[in-house]
T-cell receptor, first 116, second 112 residues
Framework: EAGVAQSPRYKIIEKRQSVAFWCNPISGHATLYWYQQILGQGPKLLIQ????????DSQLPKDRFSAERLKGVDSTLKIQPAKLEDSAVYLCASSLGPLAHTDTQYFGPGTRLTVL | GENVEQHPSTLSVQEGDSAVIKCTYS??????FPWYKQELGKGPQLIID?????GEKKDQRIAVTLNKTAKHFSLHITETQPEDSAVYFC???????????FGSGTRLQVQP
């Protein structure tokens, strides 16, 4: 079974520029998560989708961050404009969904963003 | 919301020794506690998990214990090997909420 795919793996931009990340979850997984992991810290949830609907975006800085999952499969996370403090690894995870007996979250390799 | 604290932040052991990592959580409604291993440049990988109706779970050299009354859970790795070196994260999930709240991580170094 293929894992969670993310691209790009690395991105370097200057502050005030925009950037987008892409995630392809495990086939059949209804729930998709975006986490932000700052160096030396644990992942922190940004947004959670159930199919193509948003379940939780309470910790998403909506003035600069946006995310979508239009067809309930792939997802994109965008930052516009980027700030220095956005430098982090952005992790995508997926799980079967709340009706599954075990709802294990599987993580992708992440995208390392550096904002200069 | 949920808050998860993890200790120690770094742990160095000799190969063959045991390693113990401890976490506490704040939300008494949390019912699922996974442990993830993260190697350099990779995403977190689930190594073991435990649900609130179980006090202990073991999988070969790895075990997890849960004390619901005290709201803490621990990861035990026995007979450590150099390939166990990584950052380990505990996490908790509240009833009705699917996202995980993570601890701050423990960097485990196993000295050959």
């Amino acid at each position: 079974e293929a894992g969670v795919a993310q691209s790009p793996r690395y991105k370097i931009i200057e502050k005030r520029q925009s950037v987008a990340f892409w995630c392809n979850p495990i086939s059949g997984h209804a729930t998709l998560y975006w986490y932000q992991q700052i160096l030396g810290q644990g992942p922190k949830l940004l947004i959670q989708f159930q199919n193509n609907g948003v379940v939780d975006d309470s910790q998403l800085p909506k003035d600069r961050f946006s995310a979508e999952r239009l067809k309930g499969v792939d997802s994109t996370l965008k930052i516009q404009p980027a700030k220095l403090e956005d430098s982090a690894v952005y992790l995508c995870a997926s799980s079967l969904g709340p009706l599954a007996h075990t709802d294990t979250q599987y993580f992708g390799p992440g995208t390392r963003l550096t904002v200069l | 919301g949920e808050n998860v604290e993890q200790h120690p932040s770094t742990l160095s052991v000799q190969e063959g020794d045991s390693a113990v990592i401890k976490c506490t959580y704040s939300d008494s409604a949390s019912n699922y506690f996974p442990w993830y291993k993260q190697e350099l440049g990779k995403g977190p990988q689930l190594i073991i998990d435990i649900r609130s109706n179980v006090g202990e779970k073991k999988d070969q050299r790895i075990a997890v214990t849960l004390n619901k009354t005290a709201k803490h859970f621990s990861l035990h790795i026995t007979e450590t090997q150099p390939e166990d070196s990584a950052v380990y994260f505990c996490a908790a999930r509240s009833t009705g909420r699917r996202a995980l709240t993570f601890g701050s991580g423990t960097r485990l170094q196993v000295q050959p």
